[in-house]
């Protein structure tokens, strides 16, 4: 049999099997739709926070004005007794609270340090940090007009308190992100994660499906067999890589800054190591739904030990070595750093030459499994096909 005729035999198989088109089309489809929802407003601002003002007074109504500046927040209501504004807190109606003590203005002119109550849901962890950022910020600031204007008037200058108010100036510049958002540095990388758990699936479905069916793939060469499949792999997944960086991420307004050759110069060492990874693991398994759910348990670690959403320095070395074994980690960081970071297929060295060593050494492993599987069920054909004189 020709190489062409087992390669249309292979999208033959792949066609009539249900559930791996389901994985492959239907799953695509569903995270490109919904993963990035979360992320469409970028960043966690205008947080609604509500005012609880017990000292009506002129600088507190300047400092709830300094809140309100804050893109970080957002005053949507003014309380006057707390209760009422810890059960708004509680029902989920607004992010946070804060309260203004009474005499606060009193206590201030006399010199007296005043605190400030801020409360809210510390579930949403980045949510409830925005609140109290804005305000330490304002309050800062509140803090700073206070201390000048007690400085002028006992006979400093302007220039020199200011300067004793903020003796290092700092300007904070954003590269590679330069709108903090998340979908700029989470979904990238997951969208890699993706295609690489998915196709993982899929080629071990078709894989496990093939040992103890009636077909005659236990006669095919070795080789051809492999590449076929691999082959037939890697074209499957070509139009969803297409799709999730030429559509997907351009249409969030990510920045792709790679060249499209640069792209397939990655993509191709990471879409043949998937595929053969798929082909060797599905060796392993005589059900196809034991590879699927074990493959669906390992996503998690996978995306927390590749070192973009949580620093790898903190993570347990062993638990990031048994998952350095997969192409999904070399293929997240090269995706961010060649897009997001814009460093060239040439600063890709460690990135590329891992995934190569990983084509080769899941190609040794694939070939390997499907040697066991072609010689074990050519014996078992042998067995059944021999009559029995007991």
């Given at each position: ?10 999208w ?36 609604p926070?509500a ?10 109504r ?40 009474a005499?606060?203005?009193r ?149 792709m ?75 997240m ?14 600063n890709?060295y ?41």
């Open positions: 049999m020709s190489w062409w005729t087992l390669f249309r035999r292979e033959l198989g792949l066609l009539t099997d249900k559930a791996a088109m389901l994985t492959a089309i239907g799953g695509i489809l569903f995270y490109a739709v919904i993963y990035p929802l979360p992320y469409d407003h970028q960043v966690a601002g205008a947080q926070v005012v609880v003002d017990l000292d009506q007074s002129a600088t507190s300047k400092l709830i004005r300094m809140w309100s500046a804050s893109p970080k927040t957002h005053i949507s209501d003014n309380y006057p007794k707390v209760d009422r504004a810890e059960q708004a807190l509680h029902d989920g109606d607004i992010a946070a609270l804060v309260v203004i003590p005499q606060f203005e206590n201030l002119v006399r010199g007296q340090q005043q605190t400030l109550a801020v409360a809210g849901d510390g579930s949403f962890f980045l949510a409830y940090g925005n609140v109290a950022t804005a305000m330490l910020q304002s309050s800062g600031y509140l803090n700073a007009e206070i201390r000048l204007a007690r400085s002028v008037a006992n006979g400093g200058r302007v220039e020199e308190v200011m300067r004793q108010l903020q003796p290092v100036s700092t300007r904070v510049q954003p590269v590679f992100n330069p709108n903090g958002s998340y979908i700029s540095y989470v979904v990238p990388g997951a969208l890699v994660l993706i295609l690489h758990q998915t196709l993982l699936m899929v080629a071990s479905m078709l894989g496990a499906n093939n040992w103890h069916c009636r077909g005659d793939w236990h006669r095919y060469p070795l080789m051809t067999w492999v590449s076929a499949r691999t082959t037939m792999l890697v074209c499957l997944y070509l139009p969803s890589c297409i799709l999730y960086f030429d559509l997907v991420l351009p249409g969030h307004d990510v920045a800054l790679a060249s499209c050759w640069a792209m397939v110069q990655l993509l191709v060492p990471f879409l043949l190591s998937t595929a053969l990874a798929g082909i060797a693991i599905s060796t392993l398994f005589n059900r196809r739904a034991v590879p699927v759910q074990l493959l669906v348990l390992t996503g998690m670690p996978i995306l927390f030990t590749c070192g973009f959403v949580w620093p790898g320095i903190s993570m347990s070395p062993l638990l990031s070595g048994v998952f350095a074994w997969l192409p999904a980690q070399p293929a960081m090269g995706m961010i750093k060649l897009n997001q970071m814009n460093l060239g297929i040439v890709l460690y990135e590329l030459s891992t995934l190569w060593i990983q084509v080769i050494a899941w190609g040794i492993l694939a070939l390997l499994g499907t040697h066991w599987r072609q010689t074990h069920r050519a014996s078992v054909l042998i067995d059944r096909a021999e009559p029995s004189f007991d």
